[in-house]
């Protein structure tokens, strides 16, 4: 009875305030949605229209942005249309399906060495266009095995931690050739050069050009051809002594229509009526034509 009675008398304001309560225990309150809540497909769709420096600063934003910048869709927008040739001539055709789309960008962006490290190629990551060098250990000189004339040096200043020096020689010649998948578009080939020879002394770059003479009396004659039939050709002096430099010996086009592109191209100075020397020949570099009002080059 005295229970009923407590029941009875029971004040309705407290009643009132009790029910509130055990209302917001029960029903925690809605949160708002955030990015977090987006599908990764969703998100993925629009990483692919970002550049991949964006697509990396955004993965680090929660688990959906991550997962969603793995998507393959996703980096094969960043990828040369002829990857797969790509990946086979440089990294092997094993990794083609070991590897995910952002791997296989992350690893094309690399300087991959290939046949036996005379060559490497990469992708530059602003514009997709496929980039190669050729060592000078990768190239036929005339004259490369006569100690007389030419000299291969260790060095840091190439990518390939060795050049090619010519103490002096009467018929100067330097020719190459391979065998590439470029993408479609148009390219430039360089040959990287210096006059002296680059040494270092109490931490100090040097330059010794006590040999370099001879290239001011006639050109240097640069040549390219390709297996459907074009043909460039320039000519200049060499100059500038103590610096890299890159002289541009012609363009070429790829049209796409052929898996692969055969390449020829020579540097010569064949005038025997006099003496040269004192050249470094660092590589030969190949660059989409986009790519060159950024080099230094004659």
Same mark, same amino acid.
């Given at each position: 009875m005295g229970a009923n009675l407590s029941l009875t008398f029971t004040d309705p304001n407290?009643?009132?305030?009790?029910?509130?309560l055990c209302l917001q225990i029960s029903s925690p309150p809605a949160t708002k949605p955030s990015l977090g809540d987006l599908p990764e497909g969703c998100v993925a769709l629009i990483l692919e229209y970002l550049n991949p420096q964006e697509i990396c600063k955004l993965a680090r934003l929660n688990r959906a942005f991550r997962g969603a910048s793995w998507a393959d869709f996703v980096w094969e927008s960043k990828l040369p249309v002829n990857y797969e040739d790509l990946i086979g001539r440089v990294l092997g055709d094993d990794l083609k399906d070991k590897l995910?789309?952002?791997?296989?960008?992350?690893r094309l962006c690399r300087a991959n060495a290939f046949d036996d490290g005379t060559k490497k190629a990469w992708l530059d990551k602003r514009t997709r266009g496929?980039?190669?060098?050729i060592a000078s250990k990768g190239l036929a000189i005339t004259g490369i095995d006569d100690r007389r004339y030419w000299n291969h040096i260790p060095t840091e200043e190439s990518r390939f931690n060795s050049v090619a020096y010519l103490q002096q020689i009467w018929w100067f010649e330097v020719d190459g050739q391979f065998e590439f998948p470029f993408p479609a578009g148009t390219y430039s080939l360089f040959f990287r050069l210096q006059l002296g020879?680059?040494?270092?002394?109490?931490?100090?770059?040097?330059? @010794?050009?006590? /040999?370099?003479?001879?290239?001011e009396i006639k050109p240097v004659q640069f040549q390219i051809w390709t297996s459907d039939g074009q043909h460039a050709s320039s000519q200049c002096f060499?100059?500038?002594?103590?610096?890299? @430099?890159?002289? /541009?010996?012609?363009?070429?086009v790829v049209d796409g229509s052929n898996t692969s592109t055969k390449l020829k191209f020579s540097m010569t100075q064949i005038?025997?009526?006099?003496?040269k020397?004192?050249?470094?020949?660092?590589?030969?570099?190949?660059?989409p034509c986009k790519l060159r009002e950024g080099l230094k080059h004659f």
């Open positions: 407290t009643c009132s305030l009790v029910g509130s995910c789309k952002r791997e296989i960008y992350t496929v980039c190669l060098s020879r680059a040494a270092k002394r109490f931490g100090r770059r040097i330059c @010794n050009t006590e /040999h370099v003479h001879g290239w060499l100059n500038d002594p103590g610096k890299w @430099n890159l002289y /541009h010996a012609g363009d070429f005038d025997c009526t006099h003496t020397g004192g050249l470094c020949l660092d590589s030969v570099l190949v660059y």
